[in-house]
């Protein structure tokens, strides 16, 4: 038996393997149940007791033996594997799936970037609001439709607690908080309790924008809204000013552009009139200045408001307002080369 062991060990030291396959084929022959040195084992049961303990030595210096072996062999095979002469060291591993940014967020970077060169600092505030600043401070009298629970989602056990209606409440946070001059635009999502179809939703995307200071004119807010739409929707395009009401500017207006879609001549998409209406702004009305601490004697100030699901729409010609919250790969991966 003793032979036998010398033997292997001999033959151990000359085992080599140049792939998976071989390696594998080692180890069943020699370690595997069946393998040789199990047979080993069996054999060592009729060894007898004298000579046990230096059998029993040499067959566990068989084991070592080959296991080390084994385990170079196939540290070899792996830098065998990673010879990398002939690879394409600048081909991808493997095919990198890109993701993309959301259109909308898209959308209101574009908003952001023509607004701080004109020169507006972005502000941010809080989706979960205060009666006071959604609708209080904005000059909303008590019973004004919009603090309808139709309209609003109210917290139960607390109904001074809302999710905001409009990013307005980050107009009167600013104005709490900062003296004039005041140039501020505000992106946030907002939430109104609408049955969800393809044409509404509960929640949706605004920007706001606030200006405030001394000698602030109708006239500095249309060029502003002008020099928007024109940077947002091309040179050609055209604004127009409809008279409307909102409780927090007098006087307000709603503002259209020239459709883009179909360059004015009338479309689906504007109802054949060439006009779509994009956002609503005015002059700030005195009371909302004066509940947020500023002087309304000394301090003018325009504000306007936009949806960016709406801007979107008329860049991208999204028909279905689900798609935007829906996580789609097939529609998000559309806007791959807007990023
Ligand atoms: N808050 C209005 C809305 O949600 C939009 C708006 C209109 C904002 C006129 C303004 C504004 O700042 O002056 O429909």
């Not at 080599?16 to 370690?31: C, D, G, H, I, P």
């Not at 566990?60 to 196939?74: G, I, M, P, V, Y």
């Not at 993701?99 to 908003?111: C, F, N, Q, Y």
């Not at 998000?332 to 990023?339: G, P, Q, V, W």
């Amino acid at each position: 038996m003793l032979q036998k062991i010398a033997t292997l060990l001999s033959e151990v030291a000359q085992l080599s393997a140049s792939n998976e396959q071989e390696l594998e084929a080692l180890r069943v022959k020699y370690l595997s149940k069946k393998g040789l040195l199990n047979d080993l084992m069996a054999e060592f049961r009729n060894v007898p007791s004298d000579q046990k303990r230096e059998v029993g030595m040499r067959i566990n210096e068989l084991k070592t033996a080959l296991q080390e072996k084994l385990a170079e062999l196939r540290l070899n095979i792996a830098t065998t594997d990673e010879d990398l002469t002939d690879v394409d060291l600048t081909r991808t591993p493997y095919p990198v799936k890109l993701g993309t940014r959301h259109p909308l967020s898209i959308v209101k970077h574009e908003i952001l970037d023509i607004f701080a060169r004109l020169g507006f600092a972005m502000a941010e505030g809080p989706e979960v609001e205060d009666d006071w600043h959604v609708f209080g401070s904005m000059n909303f009298a008590d019973d004004h439709p919009a603090r309808d629970m139709q309209d609003t989602f109210f917290i139960e056990a607390h109904p001074d607690v809302i999710l905001r209606t409009h990013t307005s409440s980050i107009e009167s946070r600013v104005m709490e908080n900062t003296q004039p001059p005041i140039r501020v635009i505000c992106p946030g999502r907002v939430y109104r309790n609408e049955a969800i179809s393809a044409r509404a939703h509960c929640f949706f995307h605004q920007v706001e924008g606030l200006y405030v200071d001394k000698d602030v004119s109708f006239t500095d807010l249309k060029q502003v809204l002008l020099t928007f739409a024109q940077e947002m929707f091309g040179a050609e395009t055209k604004i127009r000013l409809r008279p409307s009401y909102f409780p927090f500017t007098e006087p307000s207006a709603e503002m259209d552009i020239s459709c883009n879609i179909c360059g004015g001549k009338g479309c689906s998409f504007c109802k054949h009139t060439g006009w779509v209406e994009i956002l609503g702004c005015g002059m700030t009305d005195p009371n909302v200045l004066e509940a947020c601490g500023i002087d309304s004697k000394v301090y003018k100030g325009y504000a306007f408001g936009m949806g960016v699901e709406r801007i979107t729409n008329l860049k991208y010609q999204v028909k279905d307002l689900r798609l935007f919250s829906e996580n789609d790969v097939r529609f998000l991966e559309n806007f791959m080369s807007a990023n």
